[in-house]
Structures are given as structure tokens and as C-alpha cells.
DNA sequence: GACGCGTCTACAAGGGTTTGCATTAATAAC
DNA sequence: GTTATTAATGCAAACCCTTGTAGACGCGTC
């Protein structure tokens, strides 16, 4: 069994208390008896217990995380950097997956609420009500979604659709497809109102369809429409999908970007090694998601602290994007 | 404040013992009781606290996940699997990575000691003597690596190692290499051993590359040593070296398959989204963490339960291997 | 009417910590 | 030499729950 707070106190002749305090007040404690009852911890590989610690002062140091699928490259990092981040601060990371569906989502969260000190919420799909009751219950930092005054971390896809749509009419394209994600994604809302309000007013012909699921077979299911729709380009939800489309585009022969180029969003890992390269908007999910956990922190009680945080995206431009094909130039 | 056992006696008007058992045992409580328990519970919105349950019964009801990299394609499928078996059990997990340094593995190992129910470790890279020792602090189940009789969830791939070696021997291939992983991986040393053991005694010249790190990166740089080395075919420590190599090997403008054939390990999804599309010995990853899952809650107080399970590896054929070039046969 | 038995509920200890307060000892101020 | 003042430590309650044991109650049996 393991070494408590009473072995280290017994074997160093002092009272728990001070054995506690040496850790969480060292400078209530005379340093002799302080490196003595160190000493004496380290030999007994004493840890304090964590349970005993959250059962009193309400912190568990450890933070939940809540993502859609753990192991969608999208995700996968932002996990991976809010681990990292929450471990410099001594914090643990409690991950789980919602697989889409905002019951899940909801049930996740209040199973959370009395067993971490805060929830990052990426991605979520519950509905804004339901978003801002849960926020009564246990500190939430959300991630590409805002919901009134709730702390949160976005990322600037406005901007980077607009990138994007500029970039492709720079190209020359005038017929654009924009292949939007699912219906209750803040991002594919915001994609869509930007990518519309860069058409307007210009000779750009802009059809949306939408929703789809963000996936590579959501994409893929895609291409035979796309193939068929006359557009010269297409901006899609997310990388994967773009990844999707192009494989469907190679089977129906139709060649990327010759014939119709391809516009991403995220910049997963992905992207560079398919072919062609994809161009696509770059997410600052690494960052968005260490930041999220440093919000998470600061926020201590107050839990309505307003911080609202947008984070750049940048285009990134590589093989799957070039000149309208000649044939289609002018004829939008 | 959330409810506590207490507000729920109260409030129904009985013992906090009864509540408890209520949740705990309920075929000790008259029916009526523990219907109107749960219904005030209900009401309150009441759930147990974790920490003081953890405290008392010394169960937390969650297991640590430790990982060398939680974004790898090869990992986040595992973890995926690990919460979603998890979830159906009424567990948590709690995911930790360590960037492939054994003393960080170490160190999260025993953070982790007091703290959870048990620790699945994927492809540790601790020695044999730290891991046993650790292994008496807390249960744990080890994945892709043995370690005395500690319970273990393996994947066969050295019968995977071998058949890969056959369809590249079958398709006339003399000259092979094979990339190695890095130095403490037990998988890379297994493929090794298969590998060369599938060459000895035939006319198949084996030649071992190794230690590498096991990234794309890792790959793509031993693309000019490849080739030049004069082999028609490599068979790569994991997928993510091949699809490295394969991209470096595409910038030397060496043809695979037509020059030299590649063989990756894994089957991670991005193994068909690469062109060509990646021929690889397919591990059952998801299976293996949800095994492991599952042996780690079976495996209660007696933590040397000698499970061992080994999980079938597959060959999957796809279109980085063909025969070898005409030029190069017979002069091996 | 005393007793035993089974069913249900209440009681209370205990798990490992933190923390406000009391106590002690040592030092400083007068 | 007495009294404030400070520093260091001890004491004990509290956090929320589980669980072994004891008690209350109703019923049937002799």
C-alpha cells in the first residue's frame, strides 16, 4: 500500500499538518523541518492523495475534455497540446468523445461537473440554451463556438474563407461550390457567411451545399455532384472532406486542380502528403486548445469571466489550387 | 453547490445511508424507499461525488492511458477505443503521452498511482526492470510489449512481418530492406527477427536499418540511402516511414512501385489516402486497447492475472508492392 | 406472551487530506 | 522581569461518501 500523509508524519516525528503544509505552504514551516519531512516523503515515495485533496478544497486538477472524436486529425492535437499545457500546470486531462451527438455531449458534461475543475468544450453541438445552462454547473471554455458571454477560443474562419474565395478568384474561377459541415457547427455557419458575403457583389456564382458530414466519405460521396455542377473550384467544411472529394474526383477522372481546384480548411497533418498537396486554411488548433486550458485556469471561480479570444488563420497555398481550366475562363 | 448525499436524505426524510445504498445496493432498500430516493435525487440533480467515493472505497473509477503521442495516427485510434469501451463500463480515461522518453513514461506511471484504477501502457519504452517494478504500485496491462508474465495485449507482427515478406518474395523481390523503429520498441525488435528469419535460408538478401525515428520524417530521410542502396523493396517499420519514404523516394523520381516496392505496418487511415495507396500488415489497434480495457477492470486486486492475448495481424494488399523491376531480376 | 427470524433503516466510524484556531516557544520591546 | 510579537507546530473539524453493525418492527411459532 501506499505511503500516506500519517507514515511521513510518523517517521518524521511531527504532526500531519505540518507534512501537509511543507507541500501546499512550504513557508509556514521551519526549512530543517521542512527538508527533513521532504526527505523522509521522498524515501516513502509518499504522493498526496488526490481524491482526499478534491474531496476538501473542491479541485481535482484535472481538467475534461470534450471533443467529437478522439481520433479525427482535427482533434487529435488540440488533445494533444491541452494535455501538454495542462501537465506544465500540474493538471491532468479526462478525455471523451461525443461522436456528434449533443445528448451525449450534455450527459458528458454533467457527468464531468463534480469531477473536474472545468470542461473544454470543442466543437460542441448542443444547442446555445442548453450550452449556457450547463455553464451554471461547472467552468466551460468553449472552442470555435460563442454562446453569449462564455469564456471561449475561436478561430478567425471568417477571415480565412475570405482568403480562400479571394484566393480562388484571383485564380480566375467564377463558378464555386462550397461544401459546408454539419448543420449545428459554428464554423461551417461562419465559413458560409463569409464565403457568401466574398461573392456578393461580384461576378462569382456561389453554390452552398450543405450539411454534410465532415468526413473523407462525406467528401467523397460529394464528387459525382461536384463533378456534374459545372464549378471550377470548391471550398470545403474541412480537410478531410477535401481529401474525400479529390478521391472521388481522380475516380470519375476529373483532375484536381487542372479541372476543378480544391480549397481545405484546417491543415491537418494530412494535407501535405496527399496528392496534390491540399491548399488549404490553416487552424491554430494547438494553440487554441493551450489556451483554452490557460483560460480554464485563470478563471478560478468566477466563471463568467468574458474573455473571448480569436485566434489567426492563414491560407495556405499548395498544388491543389491553380488557373480556372481555359475552357470555362469568362463563361460564368 | 451541487447536491450532496446529504440535501438527498434530508429532503426525502431518511438516513444517508440509505440513499447510498440506494445507488450502491438497492435490493437492500424496500422498494418504496428507494423509489422516492430517487425521485428527490432526481430533483436535486443530485450525483455521488467521485473523490469522496474514490477516498473511501479506493476505486476512482478511471484508468490512465499513457501514450508516446496522443495526435499519432497510430495512438488515437487506440485511445479512441480505450474511452469508448471505457464509457460503456462507467470508467473514465485519462490520457497522458510522453514523447517517446522513458523517464517521462516512468514519472506519469506513478503520477498516475494513486490516482486511477489501473494503467494501460502503449508500447512502453521503460526498461523491462522499471516496468515490473512499477507494475506493484498500480495494475497495469501493457500493449505491444512483454514483459515476464505482467498481462499483456500483443499483436502477431511477426506472422505479419512474415507474410509481408512472402508477397514481397513472391513477386520476385531479392534485395529488400527492412527501416527499424526506434531502439527500445519490443514491435520493431519482433519484425526484425521475423523478418530475417522469413530471409534466412533463401536467396534473400535482408538488410536492417535501424534504429529510426519512427515519423514521416524518419522515412523521407532515408529515401537517398534507400535509393541507393540497389533494393526493389522495403518493408518499413510503421506506416507513417512509408509514406515518408514514398514521398522522398517520389522526389529522387523513383517510381514505387515500379522501381522500388514499399510495405508499411499499422494500416493507419491515411494508408489509403496516399498515392499510391499503401500496402500494409493491418494491427488491430482499436481491438487491442479495448482488450486491454477490459482485462485492466477483470483484472481486480490480483495484479499478476497472466493474461496474455495476441492479436491476428493481416496483410493488406493495396498498390505500393509490385513486382520487381525486369532489370533487376535474377541479379540478386 | 416470549422468542426467533427476516426485512429494512439508522448509527457511526473511517478514508487522507486541508485549514482555522489554539498552543507553545523564542525573541523583542519596554 | 514582564508583556507583546512572531514563528512554528499541534489539534480537530470538515469534506462526502461507504459499510459493518445494531436496532426497530412485524410476523409466525411454540
Redesign the pocket.
Known amino acids: 500500500?501506499r505511503a500516506?500523509?500519517?507514515d511521513v508524519?510518523q517517521a518524521t516525528?511531527?504532526?500531519?499538518?505540518?507534512?501537509?503544509?511543507t507541500?501546499?505552504?512550504p513557508?509556514?514551516?521551519?526549512?530543517?523541518?521542512?527538508n527533513r519531512v521532504l526527505e523522509v516523503a521522498e524515501r516513502l515515495g509518499?504522493?498526496?492523495?488526490r481524491?482526499?485533496?478534491a474531496?476538501?478544497?473542491g479541485k481535482t486538477y484535472t481538467i475534461g475534455l470534450i471533443v467529437a472524436d478522439i481520433a479525427n486529425p482535427f482533434f487529435a492535437p488540440m488533445i494533444k497540446a491541452a494535455e501538454s499545457q495542462a501537465r506544465m500546470r500540474d493538471y491532468h486531462i479526462l478525455v471523451a468523445e461525443t461522436d456528434e451527438d449533443p445528448a451525449v455531449e450534455e450527459e458528458l458534461v454533467r457527468a464531468f461537473a463534480k469531477q473536474v475543475d472545468g470542461v473544454q468544450l470543442c466543437s460542441p453541438r448542443m444547442s446555445n440554451e442548453l450550452i449556457e445552462k450547463v455553464s451554471h454547473d461547472i467552468p466551460i471554455v468553449l472552442i470555435n463556438r460563442m454562446v453569449s458571454d462564455l469564456p471561449c477560443v475561436l478561430m478567425d474562419v471568417a477571415s480565412g474563407a475570405r482568403s480562400a474565395m479571394e484566393h480562388l478568384i484571383g485564380l480566375g474561377h467564377r463558378k464555386i461550390a462550397l461544401l459546408g459541415g454539419p448543420r449545428s457547427s459554428w464554423t461551417s455557419r461562419e465559413i458560409r457567411k463569409s464565403a457568401t458575403a466574398a461573392a456578393r457583389g461580384t461576378d462569382v456564382e456561389l453554390t452552398v451545399v450543405s450539411p454534410n458530414p465532415p468526413t473523407v466519405d462525406g467528401g467523397l460521396g460529394l464528387a459525382e455532384q461536384v463533378a456534374g455542377s459545372g464549378v471550377t473550384a470548391v471550398l470545403t467544411h474541412n480537410d478531410l472532406m477535401a481529401v474525400g472529394l479529390m478521391e472521388g474526383l481522380g475516380s470519375l477522372d476529373v483532375c484536381v486542380p487542372d479541372d476543378i481546384s480544391v480549397v481545405g480548411f484546417d491543415d491537418i497533418e494530412m494535407a501535405q502528403w496527399v496528392r496534390p498537396k491540399l491548399t488549404t486554411v490553416a487552424n491554430p488548433t494547438s494553440s487554441a486548445a493551450r489556451t483554452a486550458v490557460d483560460m480554464l485556469l485563470q478563471l478560478g471561480d468566477d466563471r463568467r469571466a468574458t474573455a473571448q479570444v480569436t485566434l489567426r488563420t492563414e491560407l495556405i497555398v499548395r498544388d491543389s489550387t491553380g488557373p480556372v481550366p481555359s475552357g470555362s475562363r469568362g463563361d460564368g
Do not use: K
Open positions: 500500500m500516506t500523509i500519517n508524519a516525528g511531527v504532526h500531519i499538518s505540518t507534512v501537509s503544509r507541500f501546499s505552504a513557508h509556514l514551516v521551519n526549512e530543517e523541518t521542512r509518499y504522493r498526496p492523495n481524491a482526499a485533496r474531496l476538501i478544497t
